[in-house]
């Protein structure tokens, strides 16, 4: 079975913050897809990364960084120095591999940054 | 700039009521899905469609169904609406791919089912 757990339903920080989001997945699949997106107050979806299951690079972007450790099926989000436009629930996705399927979310984390 | 649109960002119906929900993307791609979010489930998957009148069942494809004969353009309809299928609905398109190409989302629907 597929599965995506984000545990942290709710994190709240203070400006200035760094703070990391957790996500673990399961999956008996050696090809696969990981996947972060942010949704702020608006509504909709932003994509934020992917990575493929052979690339453990870890990746940054600006205060954004992710961490893939495969060893312990965990595909960890960390936010630098955060700031209130950070305040977002942010989704972790597993891709399914088969022929065309969706993603599979974690029920997501509720960040709130505060000033 | 990419773009998937949905037909309204909120909708009340009454129990019973058939609903449409259309989306609408200008990425000519070929892969278009359809989710609902609820608080503490996340999204789940109801519908997809890889091609023009191609669909498949999702993860709680019940009381759904869906339309598809333009490529741009994905339908999800509640043949009979009731209060249990009140939710954020959320569109997506993608790329054609084995799960592998990210998913471009709607602003949503909110549906109120009285």
């Known amino acids: 079975a597929q599965k995506v757990t984000q545990a942290q339903t709710e994190i709240s920080v203070v400006e200035k913050e760094d703070v990391t989001l957790d996500c673990v997945y399961e999956?008996?699949?050696?090809?696969?897809?990981l996947f972060w997106y942010k949704q702020p107050p608006s509504g909709e979806l932003v994509f934020l990364i992917r990575r493929n299951s052979f690339d453990e690079q870890n990746e940054i972007s600006g205060r954004y960084s992710w961490n893939f450790q495969k060893s312990t099926s965990s595909f960890n989000f960390t936010i630098t120095a955060s700031q209130v436009v950070d305040s977002a629930v942010y989704f972790c996705a597993l891709s399914r591999i088969q022929a065309g399927t969706a993603l599979i979310f974690g029920k997501g984390t509720t960040l709130s940054v505060s000033s | 700039d990419v773009k998937v649109t949905q037909s309204s960002r909120y909708l009340v119906k009454r129990t019973g009521e058939k609903v449409f929900l259309e989306c609408v993307q200008d990425m000519d791609h070929e892969n278009m899905f359809w989710y609902r979010q609820d608080p503490g489930l996340g999204l789940r998957l109801i519908y997809f469609s890889y091609d023009v009148k191609m669909k498949e069942k999702g993860d709680i494809p019940e009381g759904y169904s869906v339309s598809r004969e333009k490529k741009e353009r994905f339908s999800l309809i509640l043949e009979s609406a009731s209060t249990n299928q009140t939710s954020m609905y959320l569109c997506?398109?993608?790329?054609?791919?084995?799960?592998?190409?990210?998913?471009?989302f709607g602003p949503g629907t909110r549906l109120t089912v009285l």
């Open positions: 997506a398109s993608s790329l054609p791919g084995l799960g592998v190409n990210e998913q471009f």
């Open positions: 999956t008996r699949d050696t090809t696969y897809y």
